[in-house]
């Protein structure tokens, strides 16, 4: 008998599809089901893995209600959407998909750094609103060259984007809240971190420790000349704060690619020419995304053949 497992969200690619039906008694759900749906209960009781994406996890409850689960596979590096604390006291793996993805969304923070300094989205803007024949006023942009960029959150993709932006021609420095790699880099607190950049990069992990790290204060250091990238979770910035900086100009520019409350984006950000909006695509290619999948079913694989799990978190 093949073993039965949930697969949650609608990210899954054929080749993904094909994989886990071949191996595994499969049911698609698209969100977190809730216990209390007749179709849900009749199958919760024999549910042996979940495998699901970095934004929907699991939650307490539906862990709760499957009682003879023994792996969550997550497909994404980040796993704050998953009760981590709950998962180990109960014996429940818990896998997911770092490394194949990190270079993917390192350049595009990158890209959203770029495209938040020289104003990419305005520019178009300017052309296809024909401003260019009609000499329409430009202010000129600011260059990454020479100046700092502070990088939150130094591991893998941190490290990634360090790298790239030290060949632009910028001075690196970092913070996160353990020490890390280059010591005599990293500034003493994040506020600190905050007054000697430029341009700040957000790259920790989501979750309970890291929630509203970047508050006012922070982004007030930053200042009026500073342009914040978060590629991390929305989670990490106080997000209101974020909003009425950047539309009375305490903050100059921001490239956003995810939000607290996706897919829902404060609507005071639309009108704002400073910030540029992506939706929660860093590692939204074709490569990363093909990689992300075999190796979040590799994990499951490994699993139910009592091999050792190619990336475990718990
Ligand atoms: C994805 C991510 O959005 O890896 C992460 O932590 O946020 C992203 O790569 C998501 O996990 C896709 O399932």
Redesign the pocket.
């Known amino acids: 008998m093949k073993p039965e497992i949930l697969v949650l969200?609608s990210?899954w690619s054929p080749e993904v599809r094909a994989q886990v039906e071949q191996a595994f008694q499969c049911h698609f759900v698209p969100g977190i089901p809730v216990a209390g749906q007749p179709a849900f209960d009749a199958i919760a009781g024999g549910i042996r893995a979940v495998l699901?994406?970095?934004?929907?996890g699991v939650t307490r409850e539906l862990v709760a209600s499957l009682p003879a689960l023994e792996i969550v596979s997550?497909?994404?590096?980040?796993?704050d959407a998953v009760p981590l604390a709950l998962l180990a006291d109960k014996g429940i793996h818990v896998t997911?998909?770092p490394d194949v993805?990190t270079d993917d969304?390192a350049d595009f923070a990158v890209t959203l750094l770029l495209s938040a300094v020289r104003r990419l989205p305005l520019l178009d803007r300017y052309v296809r609103a024909g401003a260019w024949p009609a000499k329409a006023p430009l202010t000129q942009a600011r260059s990454l060259k020479g100046k700092v960029a502070g990088i939150v959150g130094f591991g893998r993709i941190g490290q990634a984007v360090a790298q790239r932006l030290q060949d632009f021609g910028m001075e690196i420095r970092y913070y996160q809240r353990s020490p890390g790699p280059a010591p005599e880099r990293r500034s003493a607190s994040l506020l600190a971190l905050a007054g000697e950049s430029d341009m700040l990069v957000l790259c920790m992990p989501g979750g309970p420790e890291t929630r509203h790290m970047v508050g006012l204060d922070v982004i007030e250091a930053l200042g009026p000349e500073g342009t914040l990238v978060n590629i991390a979770?929305g989670s990490v910035v106080d997000e209101a704060a974020l909003v009425a900086a950047l539309r009375d100009g305490r903050l100059g520019a921001a490239g956003l690619d995810?939000f607290e409350d996706e897919p829902n984006v404060p609507a005071a950000l639309f009108a704002l020419d400073n910030v540029v909006l992506t939706p929660?695509?860093?590692?939204?290619t074709v490569e990363?995304?093909r990689a992300?999948g075999r190796l979040a079913v590799a994990n499951l694989l490994a699993h139910f053949d009592g091999e050792p799990l190619p990336t475990p978190v718990i």
Not at 52 to 56: D, E, H, I, R, V
Not at 280 to 284: A, D, L, M, Y
């Open positions: 969200g990210v699901t994406t970095g934004t929907l997550v497909h994404g590096v980040g796993v997911n998909t993805l969304v979770r995810v929660h695509v860093g590692s939204f990363a995304r992300m």
